[in-house]
């Protein structure tokens, strides 16, 4: 039991560098990179008090996924300081770019049925949000589940979906911000067609 009342959710996850080592072994093998998980330190400074409050048992050295657990659903709650509700998201945007938002271990046996040949974890998830309905495995389809609507919130969040609506952004929500779904719902007024970024590219959209 953590500050507040809140019930820190429990997890054993192998490290990040072990499963981006066991994807680049899996689909091709010397491809890709294998970066450890670790957060900025500039998310660590802003979300330092708010961690020691909600999430004791946790520290940004070792907490990992853990860590941005606790602090994803201490956001739910609306209890984060705003500098540290800023810099959450910020930071699960960085991560997101290089395909660390989540632990790809989930996905690693589903990857290998659905998306094979991808090398890079940020395509193999791409690939994932566009078999969405295929994937059997619930721990994987949560994560993905969880991916996509982040997306509904902030779309720069997703590499694809940003390529795919740059333009779109540009003429019609230029002064609309990224935050809390505003700029998924402006796009979606005007030209909901761009928000597909389940098609394989953004070249292929018709």
């Given at each position: 039991m953590l500050a507040g009342g809140r019930t820190m959710r429990a997890t054993a996850r192998p490290s990040a560098a072990l499963c981006f080592a066991l994807l680049c072994a899996t689909v091709a093998p010397g491809s890709a990179s294998s970066p450890r998980m670790s957060f900025r330190e500039a998310f660590s400074d802003a979300?330092?008090?708010?961690?020691?409050?909600?999430?004791?048992?946790?520290?940004?050295?070792?907490?990992?996924?853990?860590?941005?657990?606790?602090l994803q659903g201490v956001a739910q709650d609306g209890l984060l300081s705003d500098g540290c509700a800023d810099a959450l998201r910020d930071e699960e945007i960085a991560l997101a770019k290089d395909g660390r938002y989540f632990d790809f271990s989930l996905c690693m046996a589903t990857t290998g049925n659905l998306c094979k040949g991808k090398s890079q974890v940020k395509d193999a998830i791409h690939c994932l949000v566009q078999k969405e309905k295929e994937i059997a495995d619930q721990a994987c389809r949560?994560?993905?589940?969880?991916?996509?609507?982040?997306?509904?919130?902030?779309?720069?969040?997703?590499?694809?979906?940003?390529?795919?609506?740059?333009?779109?952004?540009?003429?019609?929500?230029?002064?609309?911000?990224?935050?809390?779904?505003?700029?998924?719902?402006c796009l979606m007024e005007h030209l909901p067609s761009c928000l597909l970024y389940t098609s394989p590219s953004p070249r292929d959209r018709g």
């Open positions: 979300c330092g008090s708010d961690s020691r409050t909600y999430c004791p048992e946790l520290d940004f050295r070792a907490g990992g996924y853990a860590m941005l657990d606790c949560q994560q993905i589940f969880k991916y996509v609507q982040k997306v509904s919130e902030v779309v720069s969040f997703d590499p694809w979906a940003w390529a795919a609506c740059e333009a779109d952004v540009e003429q019609y929500c230029s002064n609309i911000d990224d935050t809390e779904g505003l700029l998924h719902r």
